[in-house]
């Protein structure tokens, strides 16, 4: 990879089951995540998007549109804010991610309809622009089976895009919060350039979701991390950097690519910022450290 960025990389695809450029050389998408936009969107300018460039080292951004909790289903204007931060990581020559963040709503099927309307519009109008990548669904969970509501949604939600523009990545999760990386194998979709994602926190996930991991990509499974934290799963309350050394060292193993929970300064672990400040918190500090040697 001569140059990390889209100028030099344009449009990727998925070969064997390694993320590739435009011609054919292996790439690797180092990202940080947004927090939800709902509530963190100030945050997203110009300014600190350069910053994470310079500092840290990224190719790309994640957008983390929430559906519930304030989030898409309740306010459409979101969809102004997204279109907003595309357009700066075009212009800052950035890939962006476009996460449809389910998350309280465990079962994507819930909000099919509003999915297929979002991505039917955001695909056509980003036809041409190699920067976007399409992850439609965040984290499915709760009474909700591959077969029976998770596949069905990509089924729907895939030819949709598709239909406007036949190249992209698309990233489709797997079962419970991602966690499934493993057993995907048995029934992957029937679609090209997909990627499938794995979501880790390394205060909660440990050895056990990393073999899952190295089963996967020796099975031929195209992986890609579009969310981690450093800190714990649930109460967000600390950090374990230990654990996340090791994992970040398997990722580098296997060139795949990742995307850090979150920029915000909320009081919590995971956060980029410390507490209303602009200074590097922890998680902010070792992410950068890590990024700058991956
Ligand atoms: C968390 C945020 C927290 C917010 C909560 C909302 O950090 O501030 O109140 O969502 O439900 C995920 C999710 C991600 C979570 C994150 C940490 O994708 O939305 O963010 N997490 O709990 N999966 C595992 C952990």
């Known amino acids: 990879m001569k140059n990390k960025y889209v100028s030099y990389n344009g449009s990727l695809s998925v070969k064997d089951s390694n993320l590739v450029n435009q011609y054919g050389e292996t790439m690797i998408l180092k990202g940080i995540s947004s927090h939800g936009i709902q509530w963190y969107s100030h945050l997203i300018n110009k300014e600190k998007i350069e910053r994470l460039k310079l ?5 790309a951004f994640r957008i983390a549109m929430y559906t519930e909790e304030k989030g898409y289903i309740y306010n459409n204007n979101l969809k102004e804010k997204v279109k907003e931060i595309i357009d700066l990581c075009i212009l800052l020559d950035l ?9 309280k709503d465990g079962n994507p099927l819930l909000y099919l309809d509003e999915s297929m ?3 039917d519009e955001i695909s056509s109008l980003y036809k041409n622009i190699p920067n976007v990548i399409y992850e439609i669904c965040n984290e499915p ?4 089976t591959w077969k029976k509501d998770i596949k069905p949604y990509a089924e729907k939600v895939i030819p949709v895009i598709r239909k406007n523009l036949s190249k992209s990545i698309i990233i489709f999760v797997t079962k419970h919060y991602c966690q499934g990386i493993d057993t995907v194998i048995e029934d992957l979709l029937g679609f090209k350039d997909i990627l499938y994602s794995l979501h880790f926190y390394s205060g909660t996930h ?3 979701l990393r073999d899952k991991l190295i089963f996967a990509k020796e099975s031929g499974v ?18 374990d950097l230990e654990e996340a050394k090791i994992w970040i060292e398997l990722l580098k193993k296997y060139n795949i690519s990742l995307f850090n929970w979150s920029l915000s300064d909320k009081r919590e672990a995971s956060s980029i910022f410390v507490f209303n400040s602009q200074n590097l918190s922890v998680s902010g500090e070792f992410v950068k450290a890590q990024y700058n040697n991956y």
């Open 55 to 59: 500092e840290f080292g990224i190719n």
């Open 95 to 103: 890939y962006v991610i476009i996460d449809w963040h389910i998350l």
């Open 117 to 119: 309307l979002f991505f």
């Open 141 to 144: 969970n709760g009474d909700v």
């Open 206 to 208: 440990g050895k056990e």
């Open 222 to 239: 195209p992986v890609i991390v579009s969310e981690f934290g450093v800190s714990d799963a649930q109460t967000n309350s600390k950090v």
